[in-house]
């Protein structure tokens, strides 16, 4: 299963991931950076990205969540924590960028 990332330079980038995932851990295992302080506990919010193709198919998003994004800045309607959320299948194809 593949997921691209639009990266800060607006280059794509387009891995392969596992089932079970975070978008964080794919990111960190690839080599592409994604700020992240709480090491993917969902507190910080510096793992914010922007779902640009795909939203309709992840978990829908949990309190935790949404409270620790009110904390991020430049939050919109496409806006998740990478570290929150976990690919399946349905997630393959994927796209999310990295502000």
């Known amino acids: 299963m593949k997921i691209s990332f639009i990266l800060q330079d607006n280059?794509?980038?387009t891995v392969d991931f596992i089932e079970g995932e975070?978008?964080?851990?794919?990111?960190?295992?690839n080599g592409i950076h994604i700020?992240?302080?709480?090491?993917?506990?969902?507190?910080?919010g510096q793992c914010h990205v922007l779902i640009e193709d795909g939203a309709e198919n992840?978990?829908?998003i949990s309190d935790l969540e949404m409270t620790t994004?009110?904390?991020a800045n430049n939050?919109?309607?496409?806006?998740?924590?990478?570290?929150?959320?976990?690919?399946?299948?349905?997630?393959?194809?994927l796209k999310v960028r990295i502000p």
């Open 22 to 29: 975070t978008i964080l851990q794919i990111a960190k295992k």
């Open 69 to 71: 994004l009110d904390k």
């Open 11 to 13: 280059s794509e980038r």
């Open 35 to 44: 700020k992240h302080n709480c090491e993917g506990f969902g507190v910080c």
């Open 58 to 60: 992840l978990s829908e």
């Open 75 to 93: 939050v919109t309607i496409n806006s998740r924590l990478a570290c929150r959320i976990i690919l399946n299948k349905n997630n393959d194809g």
